[in-house]
């Protein structure tokens, strides 16, 4: 076609078009998906982490190639963990079928959301995708990925890989979709969507408010800025060892990494010391200066940065390092908006302060928090039960890691925490769940409740599973069963009545033989009237 | 009760309009008169809400009034009107282009028309000039259009009317019958047979499996084409972008109209297999339409296009043609000595009442409880009930709704009684 008529068809309502058919596709196959049992779900979510894990190397690699941010290793990692590792932990959970509390005559029955509609960001693409997926497939939902433009296309892919895996082994068409040209216009679109119920909103502050604001659910995260606080009684090495991992992992791109180090005097220099044997380089005091002008030379923080190795940034800064540089440590005397090194950094920079004592350390937390990173994450090496008490009360953070590194251990990997990739930064964070995201924040649940009265008995609901063995429900009409594949032959029904079966040539015959009876007797009539 | 404003507007349009058509539905107690459109929904002058179930056709397939279609046209409008016929136009080729590419193999060249009776004189008028014959068959009872050939290929209620039956030209055969198919065909003289792929107007009866390719081995072995007339059951309504597809068959001729307009802005195509478009190359001014192919249209056509060929569509349409299917069974179990049979392919229904005419009361029952469906007017026992390939999970849920009550007063109606023998629906 020619450019004019292609610049004609081109209006700014196709996107938009194109989004809400995504989306009306989303609300059949959530509708279908929602009758699903535990084991056929299980087989979904199986089949779709095992695709995404048999990709988590080369979307790695693509990812690192389309954003520049992270490093390719840990991205295969976390995709290992977020596809694989995930579905290993959730194994034998069950978000599918009804559970009877027998002893308060309660059942409650699992609803899914219906349509999530998931943001992604650029520093964690593939990984975030994964997870989100792999939520919503285990909770029955449907999905609509929504990339950060930066990383479209290893998203877009990543979303894919999941969506085909899980149709091969049965799950509706649509059930997994991606916007694979994303845009601001068409995000709040979607958004405000009344087809959407819940928003997993990943990213940027604007865009976690803009979730917020779009008047439909949504479960937001947002900024991290993690202190982590070395004391006294703490073993220095370990310490050292476990914030250098954390700091250096894919390039410190997880917002639960360690912004500012703490460190009490007493081992302060024994945790540089051991920190520089594990990769940390301790920038001079008079290099401290171009860093920061690096880093937050205009007013913010240099997206450019964003996830490189710590030997570029510090050649950007005028900073000679050895190329083995994991992390830069960079000394500064204070927290807060006079200090930029004290706000977050999705790069392995990490602030080192020292402080006299622990009560002073958690001051300084708290300021850190108080800046940046509210409701999010805090880490502390301590071995006294009663300074992580007082550092866990005093913070406005909602996760703290002790004695581990904080970028995985706040994201539940070496800890009991849930394993996520969406960090809920809770009240404290305007955020609506202060967890770690998982499964049960995408559904609600139908609970049937009997009177407390002994004289009412409950029902008696063994052998009754709400969707599956009931047969059609609302007269068949909530749900397509055929999971958007064509459906050939008749209509679901056995004829039971002579008249009933729809024979095809014979009714047809009939029919025909019918029509050329009353035409002929209308034929005659009519001659008669005008004779 | 309609508004005195309804009446008063009802009865000029007996008087200045047309009065056997506007007393007809005065008569079937439908005194609809439609204003305001959108999505799927129709509003009556008095305002009340009806869920489009008609569709025109399938006129208005992805609904009245798409926002994508009235942008398309208001930037059309911009730069184009309807273009002169005469020449290439950047609209007209890149819609041809476009169809080329969707038909696939040799449908090679585009015709317009600027409407579906058009269209089909011209596929009638393509046909004859390829094989150099008069006749065309037909299936008795079928509607093609109401232009001068069309209008030959269709019931003779409308042809002999107007004095303008051929009816030595225009063989016509019972649907589903081979025999009578072969009779017609067999002494070589007929350039084409014409079918709708699933007849419309006669309550799309299905046809029976092997039937269509049948009679396309038929027209190969008797030397006649096969013209598919797409105007009802094309562009996505039986789950492919045409029903033929569906059925495996390959015309030489494809008719399509009304939903490739999207309800906006007329147009017709007539898709020709390249052997068979001899007279383009012949006489290229060989037929001639002014309005035929307007520019805009052409536009229109393609945006629809666009928006049927998303990889959302098969899925959708296929959501929605099931869940009708599901529900609509599920009503026939409820009243299952009145509402008797389910023809279905796609979004593409009839349903069919066991009753003289038995689809009008149906047709008044559903107009009273909010739905717009109509009867087929060559086989009034059976209900043409067309969904939209674009509606919504909760709009089926509430279309189903209102189909089971209406039927059910329907059912009492003409078989008296309360209400039909309602049965545990689980």
């Known amino acids: ?531 | 009760m309609a508004s005195p404003e309804k009446q008063q507007f009802i009865a000029d349009s007996i008087q200045y309009w047309n009065p056997g058509k506007t007393q007809a539905w005065q008569d079937m107690q439908v005194d609809l008169v439609i204003d305001r459109r959108q999505g799927y929904f129709l509003f009556d002058m008095d305002g009340r809400r009806l869920i489009d179930a008609h569709l025109n056709g399938g006129t208005y397939n992805i609904g009245h009034r798409h926002p994508e279609l009235i942008e398309v046209i208001e930037r059309a409008m911009t730069r184009f009107d309807m273009g002169n016929h005469h020449f290439p136009s950047l609209g007209r080729t890149a819609l041809a282009k476009e169809l080329a590419r969707i038909c696939g193999g040799d449908m090679h060249y585009t015709i317009y028309g600027s409407g579906g009776g058009e269209a089909i004189d011209i596929a009638i008028k393509t046909a004859r000039h390829a094989k150099q014959k008069r006749k065309i068959v037909s299936v008795m009872r079928a509607y093609h259009g109401h232009t001068g050939l069309a209008v030959c290929a269709g019931a003779e209620r409308f042809s002999t009317l107007f004095l303008s039956d051929r009816p030595d030209e225009f063989p016509q055969v019972p649907f589903n019958d081979l025999d009578r198919m072969e009779d017609a065909l067999k002494g070589r003289d007929c350039a084409g047979v014409i079918m709708e792929t699933i007849p419309a107007t006669y309550g799309f009866p299905m046809p029976v499996p092997g039937y269509l390719n049948e009679v396309k081995r038929l027209c190969e072995r008797y030397d006649a084409l096969y013209i598919a007339d797409e105007v009802q059951t094309g562009l996505m309504r039986t789950g492919t972008m045409w029903g033929y597809q569906r059925y495996g068959v390959q015309p030489d001729i494809l008719v399509t109209g009304k939903g490739i307009c999207g309800g906006m802005y007329p147009i017709a195509c007539v898709v020709v297999r390249e052997p068979y478009a001899g007279w383009l190359k012949q006489d290229g001014f060989g037929h001639m339409s002014t309005m035929g192919g307007a520019e805009i249209g052409c536009l229109v056509a393609m945006k629809t296009l666009e928006i049927l060929e998303r990889p959302t569509m098969v899925a959708h349409v296929n959501y929605v043609s099931e869940t009708m299917r599901n529900g609509l069974g599920r009503i026939m179990d409820l009243y299952d000595d009145f509402f008797v049979g389910i023809r279905q392919c796609g979004v593409v229904m009839g349903l069919e009442f066991d009753y003289p005419e038995g689809a009008k009361p149906v047709m008044k029952h559903l107009y009273e409880h909010g739905v717009w469906a109509i009867f087929s007017t060559n086989d009034p026992r059976v209900l043409q009930f067309k969904p939209g390939v674009l509606m919504s999970a909760a709009l089926c849920e509430e279309l189903l709704e209102r189909v089971e009550r209406a039927i059910g007063l329907a059912r009492a109606e003409c078989l008296g009684g309360a209400r039909g023998r309602l049965k545990s629906a689980a």
């Open chain 1, 1 to 531: 076609m020619t450019a004019i008529v292609a610049e004609l068809l081109a209006g700014a309502k196709r996107p938009i078009g194109r989004a809400d058919q995504m989306l009306d596709v989303a609300e059949w196959a959530a509708a279908a998906y929602a009758r699903f049992d535990h084991r056929a779900v299980d087989a979904i979510v199986c089949a779709a982490a095992e695709a995404g894990h048999a990709k988590a190397a080369a979307l790695a690699e693509a990812a690192v190639k389309e954003t520049g941010f992270g490093v390719v290793a840990h991205k295969t990692l976390k995709n290992q963990m977020t596809s694989r590792g995930l579905y290993e932990h959730y194994r034998g959970q069950d978000f599918c079928s009804k559970r009877v509390r027998a002893a308060d005559k309660v059942v409650e029955l699992p609803r899914p959301a219906g349509v999530v509609f998931a943001l992604t960001p650029s520093t964690n693409p593939v990984c975030t995708v994964y997870f989100k997926v792999l939520l919503a497939l285990m909770t029955r939902n449907a999905i609509v990925v929504s990339p950060h433009p930066l990383a479209k296309e290893c998203s877009a892919e990543a979303a894919r890989t999941m969506a085909e895996a899980a149709e091969r082994a049965g799950a509706p068409a649509g059930v997994v979709q991606v916007i694979d040209e994303p845009n601001l216009a068409l995000v709040e679109h979607v958004m405000a969507s009344p087809r959407v119920q819940v928003i997993l909103a990943t990213g940027g502050a604007p865009m976690v408010r803009a979730a917020y604001g779009s008047g439909n659910p949504a479960i937001g995260v947002g900024p991290g800025n993690a202190p982590v606080l070395v004391d006294a009684t703490a073993d220095a090495d370990a310490a050292a060892r476990r914030i250098v991992e954390s700091k250096s992992f894919d390039n410190s791109v997880l917002c639960t990494n360690e912004s500012v180090v703490i460190a009490e005097e007493a081992v302060s220099d024994k945790l540089a010391a051991a920190m520089a044997r594990y990769g940390a380089v301790m920038v001079k005091d008079d290099e401290v200066a171009p860093l920061r002008q690096a880093l937050f030379g205009a007013g913010t923080f240099a997206v450019d940065l964003l996830g490189r190795s710590a030997a570029t940034i510090a050649q950007r800064a005028g900073v000679r390092v050895p190329a083995s540089a994991k992390v830069l440590l960079a000394p500064i005397d204070r927290v807060g908006l006079d200090e930029p090194l004290s706000r977050e950094k999705l790069c392995p920079v990490l602030g080192f302060i020292r402080v006299p004592h622990a009560r002073a350390g958690i001051s300084m937390a708290r300021a850190l928090v108080r800046m940046a990173g509210a409701g999010h994450s805090a880490a502390i090496h301590s071995r006294s039960s009663e300074t992580v008490m007082a550092f866990a009360s005093a913070l406005r953070s909602l996760r703290i890691v002790v004695n581990a590194p904080c970028s995985q251990g706040a994201a539940g990997y070496g800890t009991h925490l849930a394993p996520s990739f969406t960090i809920g930064t809770g009240f404290f964070g305007r955020s609506s769940v202060g967890e770690n995201i998982g499964p049960e924040h995408l559904i609600n649940w139908t609970r049937i409740a009997y009177p407390d009265d002994a004289s009412e008995p409950m029902g008696d609901f063994a052998g009754l599973e709400p969707w599956t063995s009931l047969g059609p429900l609302a007269g068949g009409r909530e749900a397509p069963m055929s999971l958007g594949v064509l459906q050939e032959g008749a209509p679901p029904r056995a004829p039971k009545t002579a008249h009933a079966a729809p024979r095809a040539a014979a009714i047809d015959e009939m029919a025909v033989l019918r029509e050329e009876i009353r035409r002929l007797v209308q034929d005659e009539l009519r001659r008669a009237l005008r004779s």
